[in-house]
């Protein structure tokens, strides 16, 4: 059974604290993104990458950053995480020049205090 | 800017009543999906359309590419079925997916 693993359900971070999230498929897909999901405003795309080494600039990158070292782990970094950073966070993957299977991860949903 | 849009945003029924969730794109696009959320739960791909109709089960997915109108329909609904809705557009190859808002169903028993 494929799939997108996120390391953590939930997290509770301190303001100013540097947070990582951590995404692993196992499909070995090329293409994988990072999400937050907000009430009233559905799924923002933070940050995607086409191949190891390479990120894009989502829609709401302002704040994070990700890391994309393996192709099989895309990381999203909260550099010095703030309250409005409090969001379920979601993580997919496809593979390249695909327009079906995307995978998506269970979420993580971070709390920042 | 490339969006999406959804109606309507929320959405109570009865159990059995026949279910409509409309979704609208600005542009051409290559494909659309539809992604269902249950509470607490991960988002699980119901269907990727680019023409005409498909059916799973007791829902059904249609594509109008004229009018840039996708529908979701539920035959009848059960309160398992309560959950977030999403539909989103893939607009070319790579890119990612545009996301509509989502519609929130609720099936009352």
């Known amino acids: 059974d494929v799939k997108v693993t996120q390391s953590s359900r939930y997290l509770v971070k301190r303001t100013g604290e540097k947070v990582f999230l951590e995404c692993v498929q196992d499909?070995?897909?090329?293409?994988m993104f990072w999400y937050r999901q907000d009430p009233g405003l559905g799924l923002r795309l933070i940050y995607f990458?086409?191949?190891?080494?390479?990120?894009e600039k989502g829609d709401i990158p302002e704040g994070y950053s990700v890391s994309r070292e393996k192709k099989e782990r895309f990381s999203l970094i909260l550099e010095s995480a703030s309250t409005n950073q409090t969001s379920m966070y979601l993580c997919?993957?496809?593979?390249?020049?695909?327009?079906?299977?995307?995978?998506f991860g269970s979420g993580t949903r971070l709390t920042v205090v | 800017k490339n969006e999406v849009e959804q109606s309507p945003q929320n959405l109570t029924a009865q159990e059995g009543e026949f279910i409509t969730i409309n979704c609208s794109y600005s542009?051409?696009?290559?494909?659309l999906h539809w992604l269902q959320q249950h509470p607490g739960g991960g988002i699980v791909s119901l269907f990727m359309?680019?023409?005409g109709k498909k059916k799973h089960g007791r829902l059904i997915a249609t594509i109008n590419i004229q009018e840039k109108h996708s529908s979701l329909h539920i035959t009848a609904s059960h309160p398992r079925d309560s959950a977030v809705y999403i539909c989103?557009?893939?607009?070319?190859?790579?890119?990612?997916?545009?996301f509509g808002k989502g519609t929130r169903l609720s099936v009352i028993a």
């Open positions: 989103a557009a893939l607009y070319s190859g790579n890119t990612p997916l545009v």
């Open positions: 359309l680019s023409s």
């Open positions: 499909m070995d897909h090329e293409n």
């Open positions: 542009v051409g696009i290559s494909a």
């Open positions: 997919a993957s496809i593979e390249a020049g695909r327009g079906d299977g995307y995978t």
């Open positions: 990458s086409y191949d190891v080494k390479m990120k």
